[in-house]
């Protein structure tokens, strides 16, 4: 089946550094997505992305709808403890017309205060 | 932003029993609705998608007779796991779609001893 490759798997990093991550595709997508899930909950929606080489910032986070249709980055600056959590993308196809969405497998992020 | 439901947070039943899960869309009309597996530490597995007034449409590999899909109106989709095995023990999670982003429910913790 139709697959996105989300790197990196997974990220210490000490508090205050950016973090970024991403994920790529051979398919083409009309809608990225990036959400955030913390343990025992529902994945919350981040940030939408609708069109190729659209840059998006939601406080502390910026993402990116690559050009060619087929990625997108998630950037955390100045990160802190409540970013913990996990990070998946999202893309809805080009050629889907039922809303589904294709997910990353996610990037685990920790953060050392 | 959208708000979606889920009932119940977490159930914990014999084997051999079957579980209702409720997901519903709290502040706005859903016709579609997705229901999702997630096991511990990877990504969201779509089971199927909820259509309102209609048959539901499984994923490859998901047993339409073990999970018993209903979306009987605009703002209501239900799951039932069937005769529940240790094995079906898991974390559901159900989202819905407004416009085009996709919301998701807290989740429904699973456990079939």
């Known amino acids: 089946g139709q697959q996105l490759n989300q790197s990196p798997q997974s990220m210490f990093i000490q508090e205050g550094e950016d973090v970024s991550m991403n994920c790529t595709s051979s398919s083409i997508f009309n809608t990225w997505l990036w959400y955030k899930q913390e343990p025992g909950e529902g994945p919350v929606l981040l940030i939408a992305l609708y069109k190729a080489g659209e840059l998006t910032s939601n406080g502390r986070l910026t993402a990116q709808f690559g050009i060619t249709r087929k990625d997108s980055f998630l950037n955390i600056s100045a990160s802190i403890p409540s970013d913990v959590g996990i990070y998946f993308c999202?893309?809805?196809?080009?050629?889907?017309?039922?809303?589904?969405?294709?997910f990353g497998q996610g990037t685990t992020l920790q953060v050392k205060p | 932003g959208a708000v979606v439901s889920q009932h119940p947070s977490r159930v914990i039943c014999k084997s051999g029993t079957s579980v209702k899960i409720e997901c519903r869309s709290l502040?706005?009309?859903?016709?579609?609705m997705f229901w999702y597996r997630q096991f511990p530490k990877k990504s969201l597995m779509l089971m199927a998608t909820?259509?309102?007034?209609?048959?539901?449409?499984?994923e490859q590999g998901v047993e339409k007779d073990k999970f018993l899909i209903n979306h009987a109106s605009l703002t209501l989709s239900t799951l039932t796991v069937t005769s529940a095995h240790p094995e079906d023990s898991s974390f559901y999670i159900c989202?819905?779609?407004?416009?085009?982003?996709?919301?998701f429910g807290p989740g429904t913790r699973l456990t079939v001893l």
């Open positions: 989202s819905a779609n407004r416009q085009l982003e996709q919301f």
């Open positions: 999202a893309g809805q196809l080009l050629s889907s017309n039922t809303g589904k969405l294709i």
């Open positions: 909820s259509n309102e007034g209609s048959k539901a449409t499984y």
């Open positions: 502040d706005f009309q859903a016709t579609t």
